[in-house]
C-alpha cells in the first residue's frame, strides 16, 4: 500500500532557502506529485507539480531523483508569511487514490 | 481566493444522526473531490465526481455518499454519524479529470462535530 512520510515540523529564518524531503514508497511509472500549503481555518493552496526531474515556478522548486522514491520541496528565501503546514500528495495512476502525507509544520522565525 | 463555497462553515450533530454538506463555485470547473482532514492530520480522499457520477473512491464507507448536479455544485452526505466522523470536510474542484494532474481549488471546509 503506497504510503507517504514528511517530517513532522521545521524550523527556519526569514531569508532562508527551506527543503522539505517526501519519502513516497510503492510510486509507479505514471503517478504525480504535488506540493499543497494549508494556513489555519483553510483550505490547502496548490504549490507545485512533477513527475520527474525538476520543476521551478515563481514560488518553489520541486526536485524528484531517478528513483522516484522521495521528493524536496524547495521554498527560497522564506518569509514569516510562509508558516503553514506543507503536504506532499502522490496520485496513483492505477486506482485514483490520492495519497496525502501528515504534513509538514513549517515554522518561520524572524 | 478560490472562489469555492462551502456550507455551512461549522455544523454539531449527535451520534446517528444525518449531514448533509454543500460545495459550490462560479468558476465551471466539472469536477469535484470530496476530502476529510481530521485535527493535525492530512485531508483523506474520500470520493470524486465527475459529470454527476462518482469517478474514484477513498477507504470511506457507503454511508458517505454524495452528488454532483448538473452546475458542478455537490453534497456531501453521511448518514448514521459516528464521533470518529468530526473533522473538517473540504471540498475541492478542478477542471479535469487526469489522474491528479491537475491543480484542485480548495474550499475553506465545513467543521464538524458529532457528539
Known amino acids: 500500500l503506497a504510503k507517504t512520510t514528511q517530517p513532522i515540523s521545521m524550523d527556519s529564518y526569514e531569508g532562508q532557502e527551506v527543503n522539505i524531503t517526501c519519502s513516497h514508497n510503492?510510486?509507479?511509472?505514471?503517478?504525480?506529485i504535488t506540493w499543497y500549503q494549508q494556513f489555519p481555518s483553510q483550505g490547502p493552496r496548490f504549490i507545485i507539480q512533477g513527475y520527474k526531474t525538476k520543476v521551478t515556478n515563481e514560488v518553489a522548486s520541486l526536485f524528484i531523483p531517478a528513483d522516484r522514491k522521495s521528493s524536496t520541496l524547495s521554498l527560497p528565501r522564506v518569509s514569516l508569511s510562509d508558516t503553514a503546514v506543507y503536504y506532499c500528495?502522490?496520485?496513483?495512476?492505477?486506482?485514483?487514490?490520492?495519497?496525502w502525507g501528515a504534513g509538514t509544520k513549517l515554522i518561520i522565525k524572524p | 481566493e478560490t472562489g469555492v463555497t462551502q456550507s455551512p462553515t461549522h455544523l454539531i450533530k449527535t451520534r446517528g444522526q444525518q449531514v448533509t454538506l454543500r460545495c459550490s463555485s462560479q468558476s465551471g470547473h466539472n469536477t469535484v473531490s470530496w476530502y476529510q482532514q481530521a485535527l493535525g492530520q492530512g485531508p483523506q480522499f474520500i470520493f470524486q465526481y465527475y459529470r454527476e457520477e462518482e469517478n474514484g473512491r477513498g477507504n470511506f464507507p457507503p454511508r458517505f455518499s454524495g452528488l454532483q448536479f448538473p452546475n458542478y455544485s455537490s453534497e456531501l452526505n453521511v448518514n448514521a454519524l459516528e464521533l470518529d466522523d468530526s473533522a473538517l470536510y473540504l471540498c475541492?474542484?478542478?477542471?479535469?479529470?487526469?489522474?491528479?494532474?491537475?491543480?484542485?481549488?480548495f474550499g475553506p471546509g465545513t467543521r464538524l462535530l458529532v457528539l
Open positions: 510503492n510510486i509507479a511509472t505514471n503517478d504525480y
Open positions: 500528495l502522490v496520485a496513483l495512476d492505477s486506482n485514483y487514490q490520492l495519497i
Open positions: 475541492a474542484l478542478s477542471s479535469q479529470i487526469n489522474r491528479g494532474r491537475e491543480t484542485q481549488y
